[in-house]
């Protein structure tokens, strides 16, 4: 967790939600002591008003994926998100109630769609959109076919089952 520069707000930056471009957006304002999240989350304080940062979980996933690539462990042109969906590297990074459990209960998740709008109305601060900047892998296949296979889709919402239930994604798309 970041205790932003103002003592009044604390940031939790789950891996793969864009964490890494909002992190380094901040410290550039002079918001955050430092460039790089940390994923940790430990609540010391009630103190501060705490934001989670979060994403759809089809898109995270499809994230998770792309960076197995980016730090050269698995090699996404023969490594296939179906193969990642059904392998052991899809259970390695959890979901973000399996992962910080009901410390959930104690933040306010931000949809990482929602930043541009969240950090106005909140902080004043004009974000650009988030673009993607540190999306370097690809495997140059379309999300609409990769998600038709039913049980991709599936094990996708068993994963964030309780996710799901306590954060509004628009999942309309997916299922």
């Excluded at 430092?34 to 609540?43: A, D, R, S």
Aim: hydrophobic share 35%; aromatic share 16%; charged share 30%.
């Amino acid at each position: 967790m970041h205790i932003l520069n103002d003592g009044k707000h604390a940031f939790v930056f789950p891996p793969r939600c864009g964490t890494r471009w909002i992190a380094a957006e901040l410290y550039d304002r002079g918001l955050l002591p430092t460039k790089g999240p940390n994923h940790e989350f430990n609540l010391h304080t009630t103190d501060v008003k705490i934001f989670m940062f979060v994403r759809n979980p089809f898109e995270r996933e499809r994230s998770l994926h792309r960076w197995l690539s980016e730090t050269k462990q698995k090699d996404i042109t023969e490594f296939t998100f179906e193969e990642y969906v059904n392998s052991k590297w899809f259970d390695m990074e959890p979901s973000w109630y399996t992962r910080y459990g009901d410390l959930n209960d104690h933040v306010q998740h931000i949809d990482i769609v929602n930043l541009t709008e969240f950090f106005k109305d909140t902080f004043n601060i004009d974000l650009p959109e988030y673009d993607n900047f540190y999306h370097l892998a690809d495997d140059h296949r379309n999300d609409d076919e990769i998600f038709k296979n039913k049980q991709i889709v599936e094990k996708i919402l068993f994963k964030y089952q309780e996710d799901i239930k306590h954060i509004q994604f628009d999942l309309t798309k997916y299922i």
